[in-house]
Nanobody
């Protein structure tokens, strides 16, 4: 079992930055790839990016590439999503999720999910 808790969401003006954290617990949590997704009401959960278990590989959605960066500190069992140059379209609930194999982009491939944190970008 892996438990995930997101934090760091909030209200920010367009062009600003936020850093989200995903704290993982569980004996083997550092062996999981961690993905970030976001969701707005009435829409499907959207892939944002993913980092492999070691932190050496990342992959991003086109919509955030160059603006968002995922990193992890396995000593702290924490994965970060640094979001820069935020736009109103980035407004969503952001979720982290854990997968034990690969670096999937599909939400239904992930085994564990956090509760989400709200990010609101004002224009």
């Amino acid at each position: 079992q892996v438990q995930l808790v997101e934090s760091g969401g909030g209200l920010v003006q367009a062009g600003g930055s936020l850093r989200l954290s995903c704290a993982a617990s569980g004996r083997t949590s550092s062996e999981y790839a961690i993905g970030w997704f976001r969701q707005v009401p009435g829409k499907e959960r959207e892939f944002v990016g993913v980092i492999n278990w070691s932190g050496e590989s990342t992959f991003y959605a086109t919509s955030v590439k160059g603006r968002f960066t995922i990193s992890r500190d396995n000593a702290k069992n924490t994965v970060y999503l640094q979001m820069n140059s935020l736009k109103p379209d980035d407004t969503a609930v952001y979720y982290c999720a854990a997968d034990h194999a690969g670096m999937p982009v599909r939400a239904d491939s992930y085994d564990y999910w956090g509760q989400g944190t709200q990010v609101t970008v004002s224009s």
